[in-house]
């Protein structure tokens, strides 16, 4: 597949009363397609409010703009959630230098023929979830290190991700053929991906494509600018153990905290 598909999802919407369900294999065959053949798709029409996207990147624009000594003050420490400082991260640990962007991760504290297998694996989100606050610096050339660029190569490590991304492009995702794919930004529409867990889950039928954030092409008028975007990751709940539903014990059983702490480790 050359690009991320488009897949209108007005008839679940969350402006609606009631979702057409005279759509939903529809909507259900679209999706499935873009899970198996690229692991990304484009969700327009969600009845998400714009505005309030728009005011959670200026929210957080205006963290990210204080001085570093403010913001470590609100370092992670070790834990699910706070500030991740620039060059702190390295997604790709096959890259000799980290990444040039920085986060803030906020955690609220509050083949099965089940349709809502899944479903019941996320009950508790909202001990599981994270939704990640990216801010990319604007960029002084002379200053980048070798192999060096805004995110490193990476698949995402749970279920399911939700991204909302800025006007400022750089996200590319790597297709079956190994092509690395532009994800650029559609105003308004979600960009949903499939992490580990899940292609562990479904016997990889289901793709977690690998991508990155690159830098900005040289001499363009973009190249010193800085980008934002809002990331809401899903994990099973901590308890589950992953294993391949098709029976084929293709990955081993793993539990779902377990699986997460081991990736974080080696970033």
């Known amino acids: 597949m050359e690009s991320v598909p488009i897949v209108d999802f007005s008839a679940y919407s969350l402006e609606k009363e009631l979702p057409d369900h005279a759509q ?3 909507l259900v065959d679209e999706i499935h397609i873009a899970f198996t053949t690229i692991g990304f798709v484009y969700l327009k029409n969600t009845g998400c409010p714009q505005n309030v996207v ?4 200026r929210k957080s624009k205006e ?3 204080l001085k570093e000594e403010t913001k470590l003050t609100f370092g992670s420490f070790n834990s699910d959630f706070g500030y991740i400082g620039t060059e702190q991260e390295g997604l ?3 890259r000799s230098n980290k990444d040039l962007k920085e986060a803030f991760d906020f955690v609220p504290f509050q083949a099965e023929e089940d349709p809502m297998f899944f479903v019941k694996r996320h009950q508790n989100f909202k001990r599981t979830g994270c939704l990640r606050s990216l801010h990319y610096p604007p960029l002084n050339i002379t200053d980048i290190k070798e192999q060096q660029i805004r995110c490193g190569e990476h698949s995402d490590y749970g279920g399911i ?3 909302f991304q800025d006007d400022k492009g750089g996200l590319e995702v790597c297709n079956l053929d190994g092509e690395w794919v532009k994800a650029l930004p559609i105003e308004g529409a979600i960009l949903v991906n499939i992490g580990d867990l899940m292609q562990r889950w479904t016997s990889d039928r289901l793709i977690a494509a690998r991508h990155r954030v690159m830098l900005p092409p040289t001499g363009g008028t973009d190249q010193t600018a800085g980008r934002q975007s809002m990331a809401l990751f899903g994990y099973p709940d901590h308890q589950e153990i992953i294993e391949c539903l098709d029976g084929s014990n293709k990955y081993p059983p793993i539990g779902g905290l377990e699986y997460r702490n081991l990736k974080f480790s080696l970033t």
């Open 54 to 57: 728009e005011n959670a990147m």
């Open 161 to 163: 991700t939700l991204l």
């Open 63 to 65: 963290f990210f703009v």
């Open 92 to 94: 790709n640990p096959g």
């Open 24 to 26: 939903l294999q529809t």
